[in-house]
């Protein structure tokens, strides 16, 4: 079982960009799936959620209007779309699953995790 994420890089403030996490090893519709973020020197940070039937979103207050998660079950891949992205965006992004499928803003409640991705944004 691994999730894999993809698409980070070194962006400007006002730009957008659009991470992706692949889910392998067993199938992933029924799970909820998250985002996390950990910037250096701070703890991990709560961005977005998705419950596994794709109806209910959450997301933290910092991203709220301005990113969108997704995902799509056929393939088996995440989404993490963000736009005017600000300096305090940038940080290690991370997928992680949980089993129940209900969001949780909780890291606790996901026991998969993917190393992660980084997203740098300069000013």
């Known amino acids: 079982v691994q999730l894999v994420e993809s698409g980070g890089g070194l962006v400007q403030a006002g730009d957008s960009l659009r991470l992706s996490c692949s889910a392998s090893?067993?199938?992933?519709?029924?799970?909820?799936m998250g985002w996390f973020r950990q910037a250096p020197g701070k703890e991990r940070e709560f961005v977005a959620a998705?419950?596994?039937?794709?109806?209910?979103?959450d997301y933290g207050d910092s991203v709220k209007g301005r990113f969108t998660i997704s995902k799509d079950d056929r393939k088996n891949m995440l989404y993490l779309q963000m736009e005017s992205m600000k300096r305090e965006t940038s940080g290690i992004y991370c997928c992680?699953?949980?089993?129940?499928?209900?969001?949780?803003?909780?890291?606790?409640?996901?026991?998969?995790w993917g190393q992660g991705t980084q997203v740098t944004v300069s000013s």
């Open positions: 992680a699953a949980q089993a129940s499928g209900i969001i949780d803003e909780d890291e606790v409640g996901f026991a998969l």
């Open positions: 090893g067993r199938t992933f519709s029924s799970y909820a």
């Open positions: 998705i419950s596994w039937s794709g109806g209910t979103r």
